[in-house]
Structure formats: C-alpha cells, structure tokens
C-alpha cells in the first residue's frame, strides 16, 4: 500500500472543517484550497496581488514539506472573488510559474471564507520518487 503523508499549516479551520494543507501519495500532491491567511491573519488585505503571492507562497512551503517543489506543479485552480482582478492575480501566477507553465483554471465565486479574502488557490504536482 502506497503511504500517504499530510502537511498542516496551522490554520484555524484544519481542525474545524477536518482537512490538511497537503497530501502526498505515491508521486502526486494535492494541495488544499490556500488563501493568504498566515499566523490568523490575512496578508494583502485589499491587495489581490499580494494575496496571491502569499497563497502560492503557502503552497510552495507545503510543496518542499512533501519533498517536492513548484516546478512539480502540473495545474493550479485560482477561485477569485472579482474577476476583474484577474491581472493582478495572473501577474503574481507568472511570477511563480513563467517557466512550468502548468494548466491552469481561474473561476469567480461569490464568495470566500473570509469577506476579506480575494483569492483562493489549489494546486496538482507530480514528481518523481
């Protein structure tokens, strides 16, 4: 049976919703709808660029914790609360992926967990063991 390893971040909802952060199992990660929360608090507030950044920071941490990294990633899915931030948020992507280039998926929803939160990313990485 192939061993499944998870990662926390801490946040306040892993315990109350029953989740993890990350997930590894075999050679491919999932990781968790990741916002810019850190410490209970939100980075950017008001900022989708830099609540982007932090997300995609979050996951790369996550990613390492597993043994893998960015350049593992093969999709991402980005859920906004405005759409029309979507340069914003597509700058901060590029910045972390220019070179990967995975596929990847940006939807509006009406809402996230947190009023104050912009932006919400999961990701998909492959790697070998």
């Known amino acids: 049976m192939t061993e499944r390893i998870s990662v926390s971040t801490g946040s306040p909802w892993e315990p109350v919703v029953g989740y993890c952060r990350a997930i590894r199992i075999g050679n491919v990660i999932e990781v968790a709808g990741t916002t810019a929360m850190k410490d209970n608090r939100i980075i950017g507030k008001g900022d989708a660029y ?4 932090q997300a995609l920071k979050t996951i790369e941490e996550a990613l390492i914790k597993l043994g893998a990294g960015m350049e593992n ?7 906004v609360t405005d759409i029309s931030k979507w340069e914003e948020i597509g700058k901060a992507h590029g910045e972390y992926f ?13 809402a996230l967990i947190d009023p104050d939160l912009l932006v919400e990313i999961e990701v998909q990485a492959i790697f070998q063991t």
């Open 98 to 110: 220019k070179d990967i280039r995975p596929v990847a998926t940006m939807v509006e929803v009406k």
């Open 73 to 79: 990633v093969v999709r991402t899915r980005m859920f």
């Open 50 to 53: 830099l609540q982007t950044k």
